[in-house]
C-alpha cells in the first residue's frame, strides 16, 4: 500500500481488557477527561445500533436518514439496499455522492486494524471511502479503506475492492480489476 495524504495512522488491535480498549479508543477518536471513555462508548454505539437499523428497515429513504445521522455524507437521489453496512467506528470519513445506487449485502470499510501480533507484516490504517457520482454497487461488494469509485462506474457482484476504480468502467473479482470501459454519458 503507497502512503498517501488520505492515510491516517491507527492503533493496532490489542486485546486488553474492555475498560483499557475503550480508553485507548476513546483516546485515538478524540475524547479526553474524565468523561471521554463514557462520550465514545455512546458515540460508537449509537453508530452501532443506527446501522443494525439501517440494515433492515423497510424503506430506503429512512435508511439513508439513518445514516446521515451516523455522520455518512450522502448526496441526492441515493438508494442504499438492505443489509449494507457502513463502517461503524468511522462512518464520517465515508462519501456517497449523488445518483449512487448501493444494492443490499455491501461492506464499506475505512479502517484496517490488524492485531498487534502483526505489526511487522500489517499496517494499521484509517482512509476515506468515496463512491462518486451515479455509481452502482451490486450485490455483495466489499470496499476496503482509501478506495475511491469512479463516477458511473459499475462494480460487479461479490468484488472486492481494494484500489480507486476508474470512472465510467465495469469493474469485477478479487481484487476488482476494470473489465470494461463505458462512453461518458456527458
Not at 1 to 29: Q, V
Not at 39 to 46: H, S, T, V
Not at 144 to 157: F, M, N, R, Y
Amino acid at each position: 500500500m503507497e502512503k498517501n495524504d488520505k492515510y491516517r495512522d491507527a492503533p493496532y488491535t490489542n486485546l486488553k481488557s474492555f475498560t483499557a480498549k475503550i480508553e485507548g479508543s476513546a483516546k485515538h477518536h478524540g475524547y479526553s477527561g474524565p468523561l471521554g471513555s463514557v462520550q465514545y462508548g455512546l458515540r460508537f454505539l449509537k453508530n452501532f445500533y443506527l446501522n443494525i437499523l439501517a440494515n433492515f428497515v423497510p424503506y430506503y429513504g429512512i435508511r439513508i436518514a439513518l445514516h446521515r445521522f451516523r455522520g455518512v455524507s450522502i448526496g441526492k437521489n441515493v438508494f442504499i439496499g438492505y443489509n449494507v453496512t457502513i463502517d461503524n467506528t468511522y462512518p464520517e470519513l465515508v462519501t456517497i455522492e449523488e445518483g449512487v445506487a448501493i444494492s443490499g449485502n455491501n461492506l464499506i470499510l475505512t479502517h484496517s486494524k490488524p492485531l498487534e501480533y502483526h505489526k511487522k507484516e500489517l499496517k494499521s490504517y484509517v482512509a476515506p471511502v468515496v463512491i462518486k457520482k451515479n455509481a452502482w454497487i451490486t450485490v455483495g461488494v466489499t470496499i476496503l479503506p482509501g478506495v475511491t469509485i469512479g463516477e458511473g462506474s459499475i462494480i460487479a457482484a461479490g468484488s472486492v475492492v481494494t484500489d480507486d476504480i476508474a470512472d465510467n468502467c465495469l469493474a469485477a473479482g478479487n481484487p476488482a480489476k476494470m473489465i470494461k470501459m463505458f462512453e461518458d454519458k456527458n
